[in-house]
């Protein structure tokens, strides 16, 4: 069964663009002028993605991705022209899962979409208490970690990062989300923790960690955890 897309784009031109590039690519396509149609919306046609402008007439895409996460998972990709990293990180620690600013091209937003699919794919099974990712294998039970079949030992604030990141594999995390997930509310500010257990853990996961393909940075904004099993 094709994917659903739900576009939330007050643009009528951009709206049928991305309509047309998406259909053209197999996905099954809704749309949305304004935020308080979307949010009427999402739980009657039930799209698998969201596809969210900030700069909507009434409630703003800010709003509908903060109404949205009230109570669900859904994975939600903004689109924007606002290029300043203050939108971006406002979006992202509000919930949404990845931003791309516009102009962009179809593949990258293709690109996208698929992580946001294999996100949600995860997401949905957390029941298993092992993560097998390429040569690293992660049991969520016993805290233990392995590369290429060798025990990798962490530290427990590094093992805790890394928890993290691979529960949210795909989605940007914000410097912020991850402080506070992993430091507590209080180490809001101090972003020179993460710099501090980053590299040292890229050590210990990654086969390059000269060439990192596992944690890799949002310049300014946070970082991303990729999965490499496919």
Do not use: C
């Not at 919306?41 to 703003?60: A, K, Q």
């Not at 022209?81 to 990845?98: H, P, Q, S, T």
């Not at 016993?142 to 594999?169: C, F, K, M, Q, W």
């Amino acid at each position: 069964m094709a994917a659903k897309i739900l576009i939330v784009e007050d643009e009528p031109q951009m709206r049928r663009a991305v309509g047309a590039g998406l259909r053209a690519n197999g996905f099954d396509i809704s749309m949305a002028a304004r935020g308080e149609e979307a949010l009427d919306m999402i739980p009657l046609s039930r799209p698998t993605v969201v596809l969210l402008d900030l700069s909507l007439p009434g409630i703003d895409g800010l709003d509908v991705a903060r109404q949205l996460r009230e109570w669900s998972t859904l994975p939600i990709i903004v689109l924007s022209a606002r290029g300043d990293e203050r939108d971006k990180v406002a979006a992202l620690d509000l919930g949404a899962d990845d931003y791309l600013t516009k102009p962009f091209g179809m593949d990258e937003l293709l690109a996208r979409i698929r992580v946001a699919l294999r996100h949600s794919a995860h997401v949905t099974d957390t029941a298993d208490p092992v993560v097998t990712d390429g040569s690293l294998r992660v049991d969520l039970a016993r805290r233990v970690v392995s590369l290429a079949g060798e025990e990798v030992h962490l530290t427990p604030t590094e093992y805790d990062l890394l928890r993290e990141l691979i529960a949210n594999a795909g989605k940007v995390m914000t410097h912020l989300l991850l402080l506070n997930r992993v430091w507590g509310p209080t180490s809001a500010d101090e972003t020179q923790y993460l710099r501090t257990y980053i590299n040292p853990l890229r050590k210990k996961i990654e086969e390059d960690p000269a060439h990192p393909s596992r944690i890799v940075n949002e310049p300014g904004i946070g970082y991303r955890y990729l999965r490499n099993d496919g």
